[in-house]
C-alpha cells in the first residue's frame, strides 16, 4: 500500500500563483512515476502534468509555460508550482502516482480555486 499526502492549495486571485506538494509513503520498492491530475465542476479527471523518474515530464497544453513540476527521487515527493493562473484551473487537485510493479494510487484531493 502508498499512501499520498497532499498539501498546498487554497483561494487565489486570477494571475496569481500556488504551490502543490505531495509525498509518497508506505511499502514499494520504488515509484516510477509521479504527478497531477484535476477534476473541475462536471468535468472528468484529467492530467495536469506527471514526471517519471529520469526526469521525463508531460504536461497539458492548457498549463505549458506556466506551470512546473519537479520531484525530489530520494524522498519520493513531487511539487506542482502553478503561476500565471487563470479562472479555469479551478478544481480538485490529485496527487498521483504508480509505483513498479504495482497499480495507480491517488491521494484525497485538493480544491484550488482561482477568482476575484
Known amino acids: 500500500q502508498v499512501q499520498l499526502v497532499e498539501s498546498g492549495g487554497g483561494l487565489v486571485p486570477p494571475g496569481g500563483s500556488l504551490r502543490l506538494s505531495c509525498a509518497a509513503s508506505?511499502?514499494?520498492?520504488?515509484?516510477?512515476?509521479m504527478g497531477w491530475y484535476r477534476q473541475g465542476p462536471g468535468t472528468q479527471r484529467e492530467l495536469v502534468a506527471r514526471i517519471n523518474r529520469f526526469g521525463t515530464i508531460i504536461y497539458a497544453d492548457s498549463v505549458k509555460g506556466r506551470f512546473i513540476i519537479s520531484r525530489d527521487n530520494a524522498k519520493n515527493t513531487v511539487n506542482l508550482q502553478m503561476n500565471s493562473l487563470k479562472p479555469e484551473d479551478t478544481a480538485v487537485y490529485y496527487c498521483?502516482?504508480?509505483?513498479?510493479?504495482?497499480?495507480?494510487?491517488w491521494g484525497q484531493g485538493t480544491q484550488v480555486t482561482v477568482s476575484s
Open positions: 508506505g511499502r514499494f520498492f520504488r515509484i516510477d512515476a
Open positions: 498521483w502516482t504508480k509505483p513498479w510493479e504495482d497499480r495507480d494510487y
